[in-house]
């Protein structure tokens, strides 16, 4: 079986994770998930959304967490941008990575974000001209690429389509979520295998939520197809505001045992990055969501 020798980590807890958590955390203590992340290896780290604070409530002290971050050679922090308005916010706090972030199931677009698909991409078009005239990176995201919890099933052409849309306004890179984690390795691969006539796999990550169990599994399967960007979520963190029941993102801890165990490189420190998840999952007075976290605890 073909692996790819080394993956990138994209952190994305502070912002998937934190986002969805019912207890609030204050500044300081997102400051010091991130700063121990950072610690820890994460050379990627998804640290706030520069969103509605009507929307979501949770990320409104984005700008003062970026304020307080430390500069740090090796990490890049990087924000969700979802209009020109949060664009200006996350230039004004000295963001360097923004991510635009559409769906590829219509309902889902208007319960997140309040239009169409096609208007979704209308408005990304010039945050993304904006953004890397002014010497940003733009990553992309789309949501629900397997299934939406309002529609059901979705179609492989539509999250196409989607891909190609964000990729030609400039992202390097396209982040495939199955929000709602109903994803299964065989569904991980036809999706892939549609994608990847078109698109390079370094143009691909991988988002997995674990609702039903399966990110570890599908994240497998999208290594061996090639893809070797994968996004993660300390303690198991968070889930979506706009899709009811979906839990967090694979647990960072346990995609880097798994990938510890395949031999694959990937620059964490698994301790500390333990010690993290400990941290944040004590401060939310929940248990931690990865089983790697507890068992090494
Ligand atoms: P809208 O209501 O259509 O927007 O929301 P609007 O332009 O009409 O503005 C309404 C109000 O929001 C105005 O304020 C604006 O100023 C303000 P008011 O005049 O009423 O006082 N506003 C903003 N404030 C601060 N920052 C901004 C901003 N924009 C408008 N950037 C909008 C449209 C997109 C703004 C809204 O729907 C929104 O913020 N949605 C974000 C939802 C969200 O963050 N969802 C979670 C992230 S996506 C996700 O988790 C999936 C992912 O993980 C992948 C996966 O798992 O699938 C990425
Ligand atoms: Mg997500």
Redesign the pocket.
């Known amino acids: 079986m073909n692996y790819p020798s080394s993956v990138k980590i994209v952190e ?1 807890g502070p912002r ?1 994770g934190l ?1 969805n958590e019912k207890v609030a955390v204050d500044v300081a203590t997102k400051v010091e998930l991130i700063s121990r992340l950072t610690d820890a290896g994460l050379t990627t780290i998804e640290a706030g ?8 409530p949770q ?1 409104a002290g984005s700008d003062e967490v970026f304020a307080e971050l430390p500069s740090h050679a090796n990490t890049t922090y990087t924000a ?4 020109m ?2 664009l200006e ?1 996350a230039i004004a706090c000295g963001v360097k990575e923004v991510a635009v ?1 559409a769906a590829a199931s219509e309902s889902f677009s208007q319960k ?4 169409s698909i096609a208007e979704s991409i209308d408005r990304f078009r010039p945050v993304a001209k904006e953004a890397l005239s002014a010497g940003l990176a733009v990553r992309g ?1 789309i ?2 690429v397997v299934g939406c919890p309002y529609q059901g099933a979705v179609d492989g052409e539509a999250v196409t389509q989607v891909a190609a849309q964000l990729l030609a306004m400039g992202c390097y890179e396209v ?1 495939l ?1 199955d ?1 709602i984690g109903v994803g299964t390795p065989a569904a991980i691969e036809t999706l892939l295998n549609g994608l990847l006539k078109d698109i390079a796999p370094e143009q691909l990550a991988i ?1 997995a ?1 674990d609702t039903y169990g399966q990110a570890l599994a599908n994240i497998l399967r999208a290594l061996q197809l090639g893809i070797s960007t994968v996004d993660s979520s300390v303690a198991g963190l968070g889930g ?3 899709a009811k029941g979906a839990s967090g993102n694979i647990a960072t801890e346990d995609l880097v045992y798994m990938l510890d165990g395949l031999g694959i490189h990937h620059g964490i420190d698994l301790p500390k990055l333990v010690a993290a998840g400990n941290y944040i999952s004590q401060k939310l007075n929940r248990t931690n969501g990865s089983k790697v976290g507890i068992a090494l605890q």
């Open positions: 994305v998937d986002q959304s520069f969103v509605s604070p009507k929307w979501v990320m969700l941008t979802p209009n308005k949060g916010r972030f997140n974000i309040n239009c995201y949501s629900c982040s979520g929000t988002h939520h979506c505001p706009y």
